[in-house]
């Protein structure tokens, strides 16, 4: 029975020490929240960061600028010209085109050009062609010939000598047939009907198209060749709609081709077409540059750089201006090494340079790289200055409630402990221990 007694009163004190032991802990554990919210707090506020924050600017040593490499540009007023890039693609200068059609019908003997591309001067033979309506105006120049001869020697009076109409009329006829002036006299110097006669090239250029072979029959006003003088060609490119009003006839151009590489031919804007391509929203314009030794060949790609002079404006360098996606910033040196972000208004993008409309003033300096360093050190040491200052008020909160639950009658830890021990609390009547059941023997 004794030991049974024992047993139970070991029983209760080991129930009351783990009740102290509880509360001990949840008390140690507010204490060293409270002192850890407040290290934490200081630590927080000392640790080391980039830049002393004021009004969301970043201010920097010397050293910074030079560790994070900070470089630094001018507001000022500068020529705006529009540059825009874009591509297009090499064609003949349709001025110098130039189509051979014969003015009567026959049959082609021989080809003097018989391949496309072939290079060809003002003059040269192109083919010989056999012609029945050739035949048969030579035979009238013969006869008009003799007439004229037979009129002038005659000796019949009233007759007037010839004065030539005839023989003039019949040469006007074959000239008008592109027949040359030395072909029709070699005819009246022989006194002989040429079977063929020659087709000469119209004007100097390359052969761009070819469609006679030797033999073919072709009829009057048939395209036989197509030349086109490639000293000068044209860049067919398309504009985006919004360019349509910054391109205009003369402005200058630089053009790139992959198969001269950093090589650039220059030239400028002819023709600014007046219609716009709905289906492309686009605008087609045409370039004149100068292909003296034939390096420009149509059908090549080119990317192409217009330049448009356009005003005088407030810029700053293209490499200032930040967009964060709402708005865009540029970072001005306010002296110090206090960096402070400007919000602007930006107009047209000029090459370098940007417009800004608003936001800055001449003279004012800013910031040319780093611009988004800058910014994310701005915002994340305003959102630690927020959570610093949210701990703060925290752990001052639970100061008070610990100094509350001290003040508080009945709350008193040492109090709460010792009545665990059976000790009186104040304003408590201790109670007697549960008398123990009567044991029963074995």
């Known amino acids: 029975m004794n030991r049974t007694r024992n047993a139970v009163w070991m029983s209760g004190l080991a129930t009351v020490a783990l009740a102290i032991a509880v509360v001990w802990t949840v008390v140690a554990h507010r204490s060293s929240g409270t002192s850890t919210g407040t290290s934490g707090t200081t630590r927080m506020a000392a640790m080391p960061r980039m830049a002393k924050i004021t009004s969301r600017s970043v201010r920097l040593t010397a050293d910074q600028i030079r560790q994070f490499g900070v470089t630094f540009g001018t507001v000022d007023e500068r020529p705006l010209d529009a540059v825009i890039s874009t591509t297009g693609t090499v064609i003949a200068d349709e001025t110098t085109l130039t189509q051979v059609a014969p003015k009567f019908g026959g049959f082609v003997e021989h080809l003097y050009v018989d391949f496309t591309g072939q290079a060809v001067r003002r003059g040269d033979p192109l083919l010989t062609i056999y012609s029945p309506e050739l035949v048969a105006a030579q035979q009238e120049l013969l006869v008009a010939g003799r007439v004229d001869r037979s009129v002038g020697d005659s000796q019949v009076p009233g007759v007037s000598a010839s004065d030539g109409s005839l023989v003039a009329a019949t040469r006007q006829r074959l000239a008008l047939w592109d027949i040359s002036d030395a072909q029709i006299d070699d005819v009246l110097r022989t006194g002989r009907v040429r079977r063929t006669l020659t087709l000469y090239a119209p004007a100097t250029g390359t052969v761009l198209d070819k469609h006679v072979v030797q033999g073919q029959a ?114 001005v040196d306010m002296g110090g090494g206090a960096l402070m972000p400007h919000e602007v208004v930006p107009g047209r993008v000029a090459g370098d340079y940007a417009e800004i409309i608003s936001g800055v003033e001449r003279g004012q300096r800013v910031v040319t790289s780093a611009q988004f360093l800058l910014d994310s050190e701005s915002n994340l040491a305003e959102v630690m200055k927020g959570m610093i200052g949210q701990m703060t008020m925290s752990d001052t909160q639970n100061t008070n409630d610990t100094r509350e639950s001290k003040d508080m009658p009945g709350k008193n830890i040492s109090d709460t402990g010792a009545s665990k021990r059976g000790t009186n609390m104040e304003g408590t009547t201790p109670r007697e221990a549960p008398a123990l059941p009567p044991s029963t023997p074995r």
Request: charged residues 20%.
């Open 218 to 331: 072709v009829q009057a006003g048939e395209t036989l060749y197509t030349l086109a003088n490639l000293g000068h060609i044209w860049i067919d490119i398309a504009l985006r709609e919004r360019d349509a009003g910054v391109v205009r006839a003369g402005s200058a151009t630089e053009v790139e081709l992959a198969a001269f590489p950093g090589r650039p031919f220059h030239g400028h804007v002819a023709y600014v077409y007046p219609t716009l391509d709905s289906a492309t929203r686009s605008i087609r314009a045409r370039i004149a540059v100068p292909n003296p030794n034939g390096l420009l060949k149509p059908g090549m790609y080119a990317t192409v750089r217009l330049t448009t002079p356009l005003r005088r404006a407030l810029t700053v360098p293209t490499s200032a201006v930040m967009n964060t996606g709402d708005r865009t910033l540029v970072f």
